[in-house]
């Protein structure tokens, strides 16, 4: 997993964040409910964020039609309840997670592309 702190060559940033990653997940947050088959489950507070590529959303060409697929990243805390197949719908757009990581202290991220 790519470490933040790495990337901006500065280790406080990774040592912060991976102590208290409430700052980021609070910045810009989210009620999300997630839907797990035919059961809605309880909103929980994320903040999501496209998913890198230059800055910009990705926009691919789906197999069979004209539509685009957004991808995106759903970041909370370690208490997360999400599962690869659960959907969601954010700013209009439906999601699927496809991975899910929880092995970071404190931290859930979840990747999810746009469905039709």
Do not use: C, H
């Not at 901006?8 to 964040?17: D, E, Q, R, V």
């Amino acid at each position: 997993m790519p470490n933040f702190g790495n990337f901006m060559n500065k280790a406080w940033i990774g040592t912060a964040f991976d102590a208290d990653p409430t700052w980021l997940i609070t910045r810009d947050s989210v009620s999300l409910v997630l839907l797990r088959g035919a059961t809605n489950l309880s909103a929980q507070t994320v903040r999501i964020v496209p998913q890198p590529s230059g800055g910009r959303e990705q926009q691919t060409p789906k197999a069979g039609n004209q539509g685009v697929s957004s991808k995106v990243i759903v970041i909370g805390d370690g208490d997360l309840n999400v599962q690869a197949g659960d959907r969601f719908a954010y700013e209009g757009r439906k999601y699927r997670v496809v991975s899910v990581d929880a092995s970071m202290p404190n931290k859930t991220e979840a990747w999810a592309d746009g469905v039709e």
